[in-house]
C-alpha cells in the first residue's frame, strides 16, 4: 500500500509544476492589464519588469501553506491517508478548473479556487468517516470543518467585488476632473501631487504584502515595554488603543507585531518589523507622501520625465511581487505539505489510517530553492503563455476607451442595468446646473491624436492616468485589507478597479454599454461558478478516490493529461484560425487603389472560404455525414461575423480617407454589400442541409445528388479563377469570367425544370423536394452575389 502514496507524491510534485503554469496563466492579468493596455512602456519591458516583481515576490515569500494554516478544515480530524486524498482531489481539480477558465481567456481568482477546492474535498471525506461511525450525524461535520472561515471568505468576495468597482470609479472620476486627458498640459505641481499620492500608496502596499510572512517581518526594530507584568496590560492599552482583558488575549491577538516575553513579574515587550508598519501607518504615510511628491516633482522638472510612465512601471512591479508572494502558496503549498506529512508517516512506521497529521494546522516551511524553481517557472510561464495572453486581452477589451471587437453579447440583465443606469444618469443631469455640467464635460473632452493615416490600431485602449489609478487603487484596496486581515482576491479587485475606472472614465458608451456590462456579469459569473464547480468537483475526485485508491488515482492522473492535452490543442487550433491564410483583413488604406487592393484580399479570402464551405456541404449532404454538416455551419458563422466585423469599421474607414479618395467609401460599402450577401446564401444551404440531414429525413436520390455535385464543380472552377484573378490582381481576367454567369443560371434552370419532371413523375419525398429546390435557388442567389461583386470590381 505504500507504494500508492510514493506515486502520490511524484504525482503531486508533477501537478504542482503544471498548477503554477495554469495559475500564473490566469493571474498574470492581475498586474499586466494596466501597463499593455496604457501602452506606457514597451511589451519586452513590461515583462521585464513583471519578471523581476515575480522572482523577487517567490524568494521572499513566506512560504507558508497559506490556506491549510488558516484553517479551512481541522487537520487533527483526519489520518494520513485521509488527508493524502483530500491534497490529491485539490490538485487534480484545481488544475482541469484553472485550465479551462485560461482557455475561455475569462480570469478567475486562483485563491477562491484552492479554497473551496480545500473545502469541497475535506467534506467530501468528513462525511464518508461520518457514514462509517454510528456514533456520529451529519451534524457532526461541523467538528471537521471550519465554517466560519469558510463564511468569511465568501463575505470578503462579495464586499471586494463591490468595493473595488465603486472606489475605482469614484477615485478614475475625480482624477479625471482634475488631470482632463490632456494631463501632460496640466502644471508640473498636479503632477507631482498626484505622484506623490499613487507612489505612496504602491510603496506601502510593496512594505505590507513583500514583508507580510517573511522571515523579515518577524525583525525586532525597538523595545517598547520592560517593566512589570503587572501593568503590561494597562500599557498596552493605552499604547494600542484597545481594551485587551487578559494578557494571553494581548499575545494571542498582537503575536505577529509584538513580541512579548514574560519572566517572573518582568515583561519586555519588542517591536517587529511589521507591527512598525501597522502601528506607525500615518507618520510612515505621511513621510512617504512628502518624500515621493518631492521625488515626482523632480523627476517631472529636472528629469523632464514622465511620471505616469514611472507610476505604471512601479505599480505593475507591486503587483507582480504580490502575486509571486502570496499566490505561490496555492500552487505549491499543498504539494510540499503532502511531501512534509509522508516523511513525518514513513519515519512513524504506522498504518496510514493510524497516523494522525495533527501538526499540519502549524505553519509547513518551504526549502528557498523550491521558492526560487517556482518563482523561474512562473517567470517562463509569463513569458511563453498564449493562454496568459487570452485572459489578458479580456479585460482589457472590456475596459478599452476605444471601440473593439465586443467578446460578449448582449442579454436582458445587461440592458435592464444599462437602462435602469441611463435614466439615473438623466435625473442627475436635469438636477445638475448647467455651469457645472459644461465644466465636467470639458474636463472630459477627449484630445484629437493625429495619427500617420491607417494608424488608429496603434492607439492605447486606455490613458497612463487610468493606468496609473487602477494599480493605485487596486494597491490601497489590497494594503487595506492585508492590514485588517480580511480575505479577498487580487483578481477580483483588480479587474474590478479596471472595469470602475472604465465606467467612470466613460469609456462604456452607448456603442459598447451593453456588450461591456454583459462581459463584466460574465466574468463575475464566473467568479461564483468558480467557488461552486471548485467545491462540487473537488468533493467527487475526493469521493472516487476514497472508493479505491490504487485504481482511480492513476486513472484520474491520465484523465487529467488527456484533459490537459486536449485544451491544450483545441487553445492552438482556436488561435490558429484567427491567424489562417484566408483571415479577412480591415481596410486602412486612404486612397482608393489602396482600398482595391485591400479588398481584392478579402474577396479572394471570403471566395476560397466559400468554395470549400460549399464543396464539403454537398460531400457531408451526400454521405448524411452530419459532423462535417455541423462543422460547416460553424465555418459559415465565423465567415459572416468576420464580414460583419469589417462592416462595423466601416465608420473608422471612412474618418481615414483623403480628401480626394472619399469615393472609396462607396465602392467598399458595396463590396461589403456582396460579401454579405455571398455568405447569407452560403449560410442558407449549409443550415438547410444540416437540418434534413438531423432530422434524419430521406437522403437525395442518386440524381439529385448527381446533378448537385455537377454544379459544384462548376463553381470550384468558377471560384479558382476568381481566386487566382484576385491573389495576382489580375483583374483583366473579370470579364471572361462574368461570361460565364448565363451559362451557370441556363444550368441551375435546367437542374430545376429536370426536379420539376421528376416531382410530377417519380418523387415521392416532399422534404426532398424542398431541400433540393432551395439548395438550388440559393446557389443561383449566391451565383448572382458573385458576378454582381466582380461587376462591381470591373467597373472600379
Known sequence: MGDIYIIMIVALAFLAIADLIVG??????????????????????????????????????????????????????????EIMIIFMAVMITDILLLDVFN????????????????????????????????????????????????????????????????????????????????????????GAIFGGIALTSIAYFILIKGIKGTNYAKSVVDVLYNGSTNELLDWANSFLNTSFKTIEELIQEKKDFLKISIEENTANVQLTLRGLLEIYVLPIIGISLVFWTLFSYALIHLLKQNIYRFIIIVGTFSLALAFAGNDLVNFIGVPIAGWDFYSLWIDSGLPANEFSLAGLSEKVPTNNILLFIAGMIMVATLWFSSKAKNVVKTSIDLSSQEATQERFQPNFLSR??????????????????????????????????TLAKGKKHELPAFDMVRAAVNLMVAGILISIATSYKLPLSTTYVTFMVAMGSSLADRAWG?????????????????????????????????????????????????????????????????????????ALMKAESSSIQGV??????????????????????????????????????????????????????????????????????????????????M???????????????????????????????????????????????????????????????????????SKIKKQVERTRNEEDSPKNTTLYFSLLLETKDLIKATMNLLEAYRDH
Open 103 to 190: 482557455t475561455l481567456g475569462m480570469p478567475t481568482s486562483t485563491t477562491v479556487s484552492i479554497v473551496f477546492e480545500l473545502l469541497g474535498a475535506a467534506v467530501c471525506v468528513s462525511l464518508i468517516k461520518i457514514g462509517a461511525d454510528n456514533d456520529q450525524t451529519v451534524s457532526d461535520i461541523f467538528n471537521y470543518i471550519n465554517t466560519d472561515k469558510a463564511t468569511e471568505i465568501i463575505t470578503g468576495i462579495l464586499l471586494s467585488v463591490v468595493i473595488a468597482f465603486s472606489v475605482g470609479a469614484l477615485v478614475q472620476y475625480i482624477s479625471r476632473l482634475l488631470l482632463t486627458f490632456n494631463y501632460n498640459k496640466k502644471a508640473k505641481w498636479v
Open 679 to 749: 455568405s447569407q446564401s452560403l449560410e442558407y444551404i449549409t443550415k438547410a442541409s444540416h437540418k434534413h440531414v438531423n432530422n434524419n429525413h430521406l437522403k437525395l436520390r442518386f440524381n439529385q445528388i448527381k446533378d448537385l455535385k455537377e454544379i459544384e464543380q462548376h463553381l470550384k472552377v468558377l471560384f479558382g479563377k476568381i481566386k487566382s484573378s484576385f491573389s495576382e490582381l489580375d483583374f483583366e481576367n473579370i470579364d471572361g469570367i462574368l461570361n460565364e454567369k448565363r451559362l451557370l443560371l441556363d444550368e441551375l434552370n
Open 596 to 677: 482595391i487592393e485591400e479588398s481584392a484580399d478579402n474577396i479572394r479570402a471570403v471566395v476560397s472560404r466559400t468554395a470549400k464551405i460549399y464543396t464539403s456541404t454537398i460531400d457531408g449532404l451526400a454521405k448524411q455525414d452530419l459532423t462535417v454538416l455541423k462543422k460547416n455551419k460553424k465555418n459559415v458563422v465565423k465567415l459572416s461575423d468576420d464580414i460583419e466585423e469589417l462592416k462595423g469599421n466601416i465608420f473608422y474607414f471612412i474618418k481615414n480617407l483623403d480628401e480626394s479618395s472619399v469615393g472609396a467609401s462607396n465602392f467598399y460599402i458595396t463590396i461589403l454589400g456582396f460579401l454579405q450577401d
Open 24 to 81: 500564473v496563466s490566469n493571474d498574470a492579468v492581475n498586474f499586466l492589464n494596466s501597463a499593455i493596455g496604457s501602452k506606457a512602456i514597451s511589451f519586452k519591458t513590461i515583462m521585464i519588469v513583471a519578471s523581476i516583481g515575480i522572482a523577487c515576490g517567490a524568494i521572499f515569500s513566506s512560504g507558508m501553506m497559506e490556506v491549510a494554516r488558516k484553517g479551512i478544515f481541522d487537520p487533527d480530524q483526519f489520518m494520513f491517508n
Open 510 to 582: 452607448a456603442e459598447s454599454a451593453v456588450y461591456r456590462v454583459a462581459g463584466v456579469l460574465n466574468v463575475v459569473g464566473g467568479w461564483f461558478l468558480t467557488a461552486i464547480c471548485a467545491f462540487t468537483a473537488a468533493a467527487l475526485v475526493a469521493f472516487l478516490i476514497n472508493m479505491n485508491v490504487e485504481v482511480m488515482v492513476p486513472v484520474l492522473l491520465l484523465l487529467t493529461v488527456i484533459l490537459l492535452v486536449r485544451n491544450t490543442i483545441n487553445h492552438r487550433k482556436k488561435a490558429l484560425a484567427g491567424k489562417e491564410e484566408d
Open 416 to 449: 435592464s442595468i444599462v437602462r435602469s443606469a441611463s435614466a439615473v444618469a438623466r435625473v442627475y443631469n436635469n438636477i445638475l446646473p448647467n455651469s457645472a455640467k459644461n465644466k465636467i464635460e470639458l474636463q472630459f473632452k477627449k484630445p484629437v491624436i
